[in-house]
Nanobody, 115 residues
Framework: QVQLVESGGGLVQPGGSLRLSCAAS????????MRWYRQAPGKEREWVATMSSDGSTNYADSVKGRFTISRDGAKNTVYLQMNSLKPEDTAVYSC?????????WGQGTQVTVSS
């Protein structure tokens, strides 16, 4: 089992940056994949980025070149650095831990990009 707690959301102007954190209750190197998703009002949840246990990363086309997923093993935390934010990035961002037989979600953190 894994508990996940996201933080770092908030209100930011277009072009600004935010760093989201996802703190896990277990060693993140034991988790197959750590993923970030987002859900905007009235829209389906969208996958944003993945980091596998071996450190490889993948990004949705909509965020490639602007967002970076990283991790700190000492803190069992995965981050999502978001740069050049756009109004369309406004959403609730959630992290997910993918184990062999089950996935676990955090509660989400709101990101609002607006002037």
């Amino acid at each position: 089992q894994v508990q996940l707690v996201e933080s770092g959301g908030g209100l930011v102007q277009p072009g600004g940056s935010l760093r989201l954190s996802c703190a896990a209750s277990r060693n993140i190197f034991s988790i197959n994949y750590m993923r970030w998703y987002r859900q905007a009002p009235g829209k389906e949840r969208e996958w944003v980025a993945t980091m596998s246990s071996d450190g490889s990363t993948n990004y949705a086309d909509s965020v490639k070149g602007r967002f970076t997923i990283s991790r700190d093993g000492a803190k069992n935390t995965v981050y999502l650095q978001m740069n050049s934010l756009k109004p369309e990035d406004t959403a609730v961002y959630s992290c997910r831990a993918d184990l062999t037989f089950q996935n676990y979600w955090g509660q989400g953190t709101q990101v609002t990009v607006s002037s």
